[in-house]
Each structure stands twice: as structure tokens, then as C-alpha cells.
């Protein structure tokens, strides 16, 4: 009789936790689709990604940036961001791709695509770095007199889906999957933690040997660091 109660009761459990496990899988793939698949860009420290597009319009939204909207004229874009409007031209070939960039106060960059990487040069050919300096508050600092121009080469990016990469880590994020059962199971089963003891090999030098209190005890601990590790990763592959 209490065998036939125990056999339910490791039954139960055993539908339990695989019901656990399927319905975790649900809930997780499609959030792994759906996210990593997503391409975003970054345009003022901001994160964008595609919100809406109708037509030859596109709008990009972010969490705290100005809405960016990119109309498609061929192979040259028109980039609106806080209502001012930016002009961008694509020039050279396939083997030598640069790009104009008017800005509303009519001035004029240059930005030159090597291999991926954009550089972008004033009007007089110098290469043009954008240092950047912030408050207390998070507000640009510039100096007297110096009107903020917005970066020539997060223009481009914005305007061209072919700079915008796809985000997150997804090694990371089944890293942090596999680290999370690995540990839960290392803290939660003796059936595992037998299964570790065994696959230390412990056993072949040692007659009869068997799992002590500190076995158990370690892989409760080696569990609750798994479990650490998994979250830690878990956020590294967002």
C-alpha cells in the first residue's frame, strides 16, 4: 500500500515537473524568436527600434529618445528628428560607399562606409569625433556659443536598415537556460545529485563508494551559484 502511494506521489511529481518544464519552453521561445530577431540601432545613447512603416515612411521609437522618422526617396533617405529635417544622399559605388549629410542649418558632413565602420568628415575634409560631456541630470554639456549637431554616422545608421544589427546575445540567453535547470536540478533532486557524484568518478577508486552529507550539501550550494550565474547571463544576452 505505501508503495503504491509513493509511485503516485514520484508519478505526480514526475507530470508535475515535466508540465513545469513545457510550459516554460512555451513561454520561452517565443520570446526568443521575437526579441532576437528584432534589429535595433543606437542613436544618442538611445536604443531604437522599427515601430511603424507605411509606405516609403519608417518611424524607429526608443524607450526615451525623440521619435525618428526616415523617409525613403530611392537610394537617399530624409531623417526627421525633432522636427528638423536631415538630408542624406548616398554617393560612390558598391566598392567606395560614402554619404552627404545636410544638416537643417545647412551644413554639410561627409560619412564614408569602411567595411561597416562609418567615418564621418566636415566640410574641410578633417575627420569629425563627437566628444560628448553630460550633467548631473544627464543633459548635454557644450560649450559658449556651439550649436549641438547630432553625430553624421548615427544619421546614416538611422537611416539604413543595412547598419542596424540584430539584438542581444542568444548564446548568452540558452547559456542562461541551461545554467538555470542545471542548477535547480543540482539544488532540488538527489536523483541528479547522485548523477553528479557519479559522473565524478569517484566511485572507481573507492569500493561502494557513496554520496556523503558534504556531496549534497555542495551541490545544493553549486546549485544556488548556478542559479546566480544564470541571471547574470540571462541579462548580458539582453
Known amino acids: ?26 513561454l ?15 542613436f544618442e545613447q538611445y536604443k531604437y527600434k522599427q515601430a511603424h512603416e507605411q509606405d516609403h ?20 533617405r530624409k531623417v526627421t528628428i525633432n522636427n528638423e529635417e536631415y538630408a542624406i544622399r548616398k554617393l560612390g559605388d558598391p566598392f567606395n560607399i560614402k554619404y552627404e549629410v545636410a544638416y537643417p542649418n545647412g551644413k554639410l558632413f561627409e560619412v564614408n562606409d569602411y567595411s561597416g565602420l562609418l567615418v564621418s568628415y566636415d566640410e574641410n575634409g578633417d575627420w569629425f569625433v563627437q566628444i560628448t560631456a553630460f550633467d548631473s541630470n544627464g543633459q548635454k554639456i557644450l560649450p559658449k556659443g556651439e550649436v549641438e549637431l547630432l553625430n553624421p554616422s548615427g544619421l546614416v545608421t538611422a537611416a539604413y536598415s543595412e547598419y542596424h544589427e540584430k539584438q542581444g546575445e542568444p548564446v548568452f540567453f540558452v ?14 533532486y538527489e536523483k541528479f545529485q547522485n548523477f553528479l557524484f557519479k559522473m565524478s568518478f569517484y566511485w572507481l577508486w573507492v569500493k561502494e563508494a557513496e554520496p556523503s552529507d558534504f556531496h549534497y550539501f555542495m551541490c545544493k550550494v553549486g546549485g544556488i551559484a548556478a542559479m546566480i550565474l544564470s541571471v ?6 539582453l
Open 232 to 237: 547574470v547571463s540571462f541579462f548580458k544576452s
Open 175 to 188: 547559456f542562461s537556460i541551461l545554467l538555470l535547470i542545471y542548477g535547480w536540478c543540482g539544488y532540488r
Open 28 to 42: 520561452v521561445v517565443p520570446f526568443f524568436h521575437s526579441y532576437f530577431s528584432q534589429s535595433v540601432f543606437y
Open 1 to 26: 500500500m505505501n508503495n503504491s502511494v509513493s509511485l503516485r506521489r514520484i508519478k505526480v511529481s514526475t507530470l508535475l515537473a515535466i508540465a513545469g518544464i513545457l510550459l516554460f519552453f512555451m
Open 57 to 76: 515612411v519608417t518611424e524607429y521609437r526608443s524607450l526615451s529618445g525623440p521619435l525618428i522618422k526616415v523617409h525613403k526617396e530611392g537610394s537617399n
